[in-house]
């Protein structure tokens, strides 16, 4: 086999299931190999950020490997940004980067799309993924494949490998199997068996989990674990949609002063918090009514178990929920819960739209037709998704980058095969809603909603007197045909309710729905998040 072949082989037996990419001069060559061979398949998009977040939702839905295909320079420095959101908040996006071949590196001119020297790009990679690798020795190569892959599934972070052009059809053997890191039997065990006796010694326990517990696949064994031990369980606003599809007493999604209050009062009353796969982010606990004292807690994330004064070193999370589970056994009763209430029953009426009617007619249309997998944008959007029934959802909720929503969906399609639902804002529509146009070749038709509130709302809501955040009313719903996919601008509730139900029975094309929103009207979560933030940064 040839090297691109070693390397493909190697992320389809480590999780990949498709490429994302966009070629280039330096890229042909191997892009000619995917495209040939077909190992894995590949999916063009149009501008490169794009690749990278729909690269980063396919790895986060599936918790496995995603690739995302680049030429050099100007393609991987387009990406910056996603990768760099992917490593932010743990997404295994593995980037191929075509590069300058042998040859051309010791030319003495200064080569197309290179920035300062050769090595730029790697280098501005170093700060954004976990390993990285360039192919430039035949001979080294299969282990440095493995050694990025294997970093990448271990910290659930991107990873960098650069395929110099003139070698990727030379000759090259197999990459070898991974295999499972050393594990200190005693230390495990004496750390599972302080865990039970802290939550044993608390009178409310209470597990809160993010977004590791998926990207290790370990969702249907927390949910276990929680019923034997009966815990409440509540996600962080980053996990949002974990557990989604288990009976786990899942209350709802912790957000401080942002959130339900009964939800709140369940964490910050808590004397044995179980923080399971966090992300320590401020979105996630800086905005909590009564500051959580991380050192009384049980906290394990980054391959480490910290309680109280003390750390456990490399202790993997699934090796901890596997010794917790080993040592629980029947499920005693459940926890009696009362899992938070979101809106139904929309009004089919004449009134204009809020954030909140979009939150009821989407789990209005969820109860009769059945969840639907989302992918969302920074935005009042995400807040929005609040409101909605937990389903599975990506979501930028830590990083916080614009322009996620479209590609993600797009992620989301091609590595599931079910319809997604996509929710963005205008001003994040400007950025990556023309990716909308790859549906048709793909058959991919998410429905997407676009809060169009003609507005970088979010900002307004910090800094009211500014009128740069007024955005002009382009017509997107116009847009859409032109595009391959079908748009209506909805006004009224009536005519949302009537849209989304449309939609819903239209199969084959993407379905835009653009909801006028006016200017001001937020949504409840974001209306607490903006006054919980405004009054941390007075001090109050
Ligand atoms: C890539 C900063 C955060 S929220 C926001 C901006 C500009 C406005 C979003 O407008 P949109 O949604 O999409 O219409 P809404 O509900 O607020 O009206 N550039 C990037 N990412 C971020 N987060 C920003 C700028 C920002
Ligand atoms: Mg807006």
């Not at 295994?92 to 980067?97: A, D, L, Q, Y």
């Not at 010794?323 to 029953?345: D, F, I, M």
Request: with cysteine; hydrophobic share 45%.
């Amino acid at each position: 086999m040839n090297l691109t072949e070693a390397l493909l082989h190697a992320l389809k037996a480590n999780g990949a299931r498709q490429i994302f990419g966009i070629p280039g001069d330096f890229a042909l060559p191997y892009f000619r190999i995917i495209e040939e061979t077909q190992i894995l398949p590949l999916y063009t998009l149009s501008h490169e950020p794009a690749v990278g977040f729909a690269a980063d939702a396919a790895a986060r839905i599936h918790g496995c490997i995603g690739v995302a295909a680049v030429t050099y320079g100007a393609g991987a420095l387009n990406m910056v940004n996603a990768v760099a959101a992917a490593y932010a908040e743990k997404s295994p996006v593995v980037v191929i980067s075509g590069g300058p071949g042998r040859s051309e590196s010791n030319s003495g001119l200064l080569l197309h799309h290179q920035a300062k020297s050769l090595d730029s790009q790697f280098r501005i990679f170093e700060e954004i993924t976990c390993d990285r690798a360039q192919l430039d020795d035949l001979v080294r190569a299969p282990a440095d494949i493995a050694r990025v892959l294997g970093n990448c599934l271990k910290h659930s972070r991107p990873g960098y490998i650069e395929l110099p052009r003139d070698m990727v059809g030379l000759p090259c053997e197999a990459v070898p199997a991974l295999t499972p890191e050393p594990l200190d039997a005693d230390a495990l065990a004496a750390c599972a068996d302080e865990v039970l006796a802290r939550l044993a010694a608390a009178s409310n326990p209470v597990l809160v989990i993010d977004v590791e517990v998926r990207r290790f696949g370990l969702e249907a064994r927390v949910a276990d674990l929680a019923a034997r031990l009966s815990l409440p369980v509540v996600t962080c606003f980053m996990g949002r949609g974990l557990l989604a599809d288990s009976d786990a007493s899942l209350v709802g999604t912790y957000m401080g002063v942002a959130g339900l209050p009964e939800v709140t009062r369940l964490v910050e009353h808590s004397d044995g918090l179980f923080l399971l796969g966090v992300i320590l982010s401020d979105t996630n606990f800086a905005i909590s009514e009564k500051r959580i004292d991380m050192r009384k807690s049980i906290v394990a994330c980054d391959g480490q178990v910290r309680l109280g004064y003390h750390v456990y070193p490399d202790i993997p999370l699934g090796a901890l929920v596997d010794a917790l589970l080993a040592r629980t056994h029947a499920r005693v009763a459940p926890v009696q819960l009362q899992r938070a209430n979101y809106p139904h029953g929309l009004t089919a009426d004449a009134a204009a739209i809020t954030p909140t009617d979009i939150a009821t007619a989407v789990n209005d249309l969820m109860a009769a037709h059945g969840k639907m997998p989302i992918a969302s944008d920074m935005g009042d959007c995400l807040f929005t998704a609040m409101d909605i029934e937990h389903t599975a959802l990506v979501a930028p909720g830590y990083y916080a980058t614009m322009g996620y929503g479209v590609p993600a969906g797009l992620g989301l399609q091609a590595a599931t095969g079910e319809r997604p639902l996509i929710l963005v804002g205008d001003g994040a529509f400007q950025m990556t809603g023309w990716e909308l146009g790859n549906c048709r070749r793909y058959a991919w038709d998410p429905i997407v909603l676009l809060f169009n509130n003609s507005s970088w709302e979010m900002l307004r809501t910090f800094q009211p007197e500014s009128r740069f955040n007024n955005l002009d009313t382009w017509d997107f719903a116009d847009m859409a045909a032109g595009l391959g996919g079908e748009g209506v601008r909805v006004n009224t509730r009536q005519q949302l309710k009537a849209a989304l139900d449309r939609a819903q029975a239209s199969r084959g094309r993407f379905q835009l729905i653009e909801i006028m929103l006016e200017r001001g009207i937020l949504s409840q979560t974001l209306q607490r998040f903006v006054t919980g933030v405004k009054r941390l940064a007075a001090g109050k």
